[in-house]
């Protein structure tokens, strides 16, 4: 195993409402599970090092690490994200120190 250093995008997805994910619409539970498809193949692909919801005092957002060697190159790798459709997305550098194998 050895250290890596790589630029990568941490992106943070917001809902457009302040009671989501608690009260989803049948079409958003659709949409969402869509989403979930969609990283899942991200991480499966290696493209992504982690993704999940994150619960904290100020709600439940959404949260990612994708490998992008920039934030052009990040948005369209999650052009196709279906929950861009409930979201809205922001995008930060950052240099990823991981383990790998």
């Known amino acids: 195993m050895t250290n890596k250093f790589k630029l990568c995008y ?6 457009n409402r302040p009671d989501f994910p608690n009260n989803m619409t049948e ?3 659709l949409i969402m599970q ?3 498809e969609f990283w899942d193949k991200l991480l499966l ?3 992504a ?3 999940g919801p994150v619960q904290d005092s100020s709600g439940t957002y959404g949260f990612a690490i994708v490998f ?3 934030e052009e190159a990040a948005r369209e790798l999650l ?3 279906p929950a861009q459709k409930l979201s809205v997305y922001h ?3 950052m240099l990823a120190n991981y383990i790998s194998e």
């Open 10 to 15: 941490a992106v943070k997805s917001s809902s």
């Open 27 to 29: 079409e958003e539970k």
């Open 34 to 36: 869509a989403h979930s």
């Open 45 to 47: 692909d290696g493209k």
């Open 49 to 51: 090092l982690v993704t």
């Open 68 to 70: 992008s060697e920039s």
């Open 79 to 81: 052009k196709d994200d």
């Open 91 to 93: 995008y930060s550098p």
